[in-house]
């Protein structure tokens, strides 16, 4: 196997000027990005990871913000705060309540994150490349994640259907087989994309703002770009803050496509299902005016900070521990 000559120079000039062992690791160049020849099941293998924590460890508080965007809920299901809803919800419904959809969330966010995160690393690296001759491009960022997105909710739109139908106040399903089922047996396997494009029209830009201010935050806080806890954390918590506030009216609509909440429905006189963003739209306005599209937005920035704070800074760590090994293997060991 022959080794860049260029590359191993670099690398050993980085090495004399470190003699500790317990000094940060720089990398050499970037390390914003894994090594080119890192295979695809690796980048999907960080993304997986990244995403199931990152939807699990915040889970309770994702149940609350589906209650809180009720249009109109029952009485017993009205919270002023998420503390408050939680400790409501566990009092009277029992303590793995708020957990209830957590199995579909994590079945859909391990492959749904691995295609994600895999393509962005990819569309971001060859934009870059194109833009600015391989450094830092805003422009590739927020097109990396909205085309990443695309590829995300076609896996994860059908699992979001289910989990939020499941966090519903009185939900009728007695578990997940038996909500599957009765979904597709009384509206159909389409149900289960209904809401796709409202999906796609919130996370486009979700994600785009979501990048772009992650990458912002960097220019910042980490500006050489070496491995730093500190700062992914603050930069995903800051990017999942941003992002959820001005993407929540777009999600309070897709809350009502995915679960087609009954009684709101009624209310406007509408028989069947309620399709369509503009009907959603419509609909929001029509029961609660302008202050609907807001139902929610603390639970979901409350959710967001740190769950994407968590999703980057696994995913950040993994990025620097394989670049790290794959380093020390080109190298070699020292001379003996």
Request: charged share 15%; with cysteine.
């Amino acid at each position: 196997m022959e080794l860049s000559s260029e590359r191993v120079v670099v690398t050993l000039e980085m090495s004399q000027t470190k003699s500790k062992d317990d000094e940060p690791f720089d990398g050499v160049g970037d390390y914003e990005s894994l090594p080119p020849h890192v295979s695809v099941t690796t980048h999907m293998t960080a993304g997986a990871v990244a995403g199931i924590l990152e939807h699990t460890v915040m889970y309770p508080v994702d149940s609350v913000k589906t209650r809180m965007q009720c249009l109109q809920p029952d009485p017993n299901a009205q919270y002023r705060s998420v503390y408050e809803a939680l400790k409501r919800i566990v009092r009277t419904e029992g303590v793995f309540r708020p957990l209830r959809g957590l199995n579909i969330t994590m079945m859909g966010a391990g492959p749904a994150h691995a295609l994600y995160f895999a393509c962005y690393e990819r569309v971001k690296r060859s934009l870059s490349d194109v833009i600015q001759s391989g450094g830092n491009s805003h422009l590739a960022n927020g097109v990396a994640g909205s085309v990443a997105t695309v590829l995300h909710d076609a896996v994860m739109n059908p699992a979001e259907v289910i989990k939020q139908r499941m966090q519903m106040y009185n939900s009728p399903y007695r578990g997940l087989m038996d909500c599957i089922q009765t979904v597709t047996r009384t509206e159909g396997v389409g149900a289960f994309y209904r809401s796709y494009s409202t999906q796609l029209t919130m996370n486009i830009p979700f994600q785009a703002v979501h990048f772009i201010t992650y990458e912002l935050m960097q220019e910042q806080l980490n500006p050489h770009r070496h491995y730093h806890p500190g700062s992914h954390i603050v930069s995903g918590a800051a990017a999942g803050a941003v992002s959820a506030a001005i993407t929540t009216p777009l999600d309070v609509c897709k809350t009502l496509l995915n679960t087609q909440e009954n009684v709101a429905l009624s209310s406007m006189n509408i028989s069947g299902h309620l399709t369509g963003m503009a009907n959603a739209f419509r609909t929001v306005y029509r029961l609660g005016g302008m202050a609907a599209f807001f139902k929610g937005v603390q639970a979901r920035v409350i959710y967001q900070m740190p769950s994407t704070a968590i999703a980057w800074s696994v995913y950040e760590f993994f990025k620097y521990f394989l670049t790290k090994q794959q380093l020390e293997s080109d190298t070699g060991p020292g001379p003996m």
